[in-house]
């Protein structure tokens, strides 16, 4: 994680590969009460259920994610254990983050999550919302990975990304985890740290780049790639707790 003036000379993937992404949510999930039902969750509740969104089956959703049947049904055990009615909106992502990072203010960082997680922009994130998006940052291909990550920071779904967008991601990153730092000191090091991201995705100054040319220089560099390993493997092995 991010955190003070020294990770500003640290590799690239500190500010590039935003390592909260999927963790918060799922080890809250995954640390969640397993008792209840068999039957795989009772088909992940097909029977009517009050004011409840209901997911597809587990047997689409085994198709369209990379997560095994037994694994669909331990999220969606834990995201209804938390989100009953099987929705949820941005104050209760808020609240999910503030959970996981107590000393930081997480918001800005909550919503850039919430907002590229819920793609159809209707304020409101479904447990198939969830995980197909869970399934492609921690158990997709490089590019399926690399391309969520560069959504996240074109926040505007303008085609490109420049200063603003990384800087504002990585100002969110160092408010998640330590909410102490002054305003000015906070500036100061979001400059230096998206200057170098700059540097590594070999971006002029006040230039921007677009999704091919993002995904094209994150793959040439082996730290990047590695790092998306690490972080798919330690994903995965929430799964497992």
């Known amino acids: 994680m991010i ?8 590799p690239l993937h500190q500010a590039l590969i935003p390592l909260a992404v999927s963790v918060p949510p799922a080890a809250l999930f995954i640390s969640g009460k397993t008792g209840g039902r068999s039957e795989m969750e009772e088909e992940l509740d097909t029977q009517p259920a009050l004011e409840r969104t209901r997911p597809p089956s587990i047997e689409t959703l085994f198709e369209i994610t990379n997560f095994s049947r037994r694994e669909i049904q331990q999220l969606y055990r834990s ?3 938390l989100w009953p ?3 949820v909106a941005l104050e209760q992502f808020h609240t999910l983050y503030a959970t996981v990072f107590p000393e930081g203010d997480s918001k800005a960082y909550a919503e850039l999550v919430f907002r590229n997680i819920d793609q159809a922009r209707n304020g409101s994130v479904t447990f198939l919302d969830f995980i197909t998006n869970y399934s492609k940052i921690s158990k997709g291909s490089l590019d ?3 391309d969520w990550i560069y959504t ?6 303008i085609g490109y990304i420049g200063y603003n967008e990384i800087f504002n991601v990585v100002k969110s990153m160092y408010q998640m985890v330590d ?3 002054k305003p000015a000191v906070l500036a100061t090091i979001c400059r230096q740290h998206t200057k170098v991201v700059f540097k590594n ?5 006040g230039g921007k780049i677009n999704r091919e040319e993002f995904m094209q220089r994150c793959r040439s560099d082996p730290e ?18």
Do not use: H, M, P, W
């Open 201 to 205: 995705l070999n971006i002029s100054i």
């Open 3 to 10: 955190g003070g003036s020294a990770s500003c000379t640290r």
């Open 179 to 181: 909410a102490s730092l």
């Open 144 to 146: 399926e990975r690399l």
């Open 224 to 241: 990047i790639v590695q790092s998306l390993e690490l972080f798919g493997s330690f994903s995965t092995s929430l799964l497992r707790i």
């Open 152 to 157: 996240l920071y074109d926040t505007n779904r």
């Open 85 to 87: 009615n099987g929705t």
């Open 79 to 81: 995201f209804k254990e």
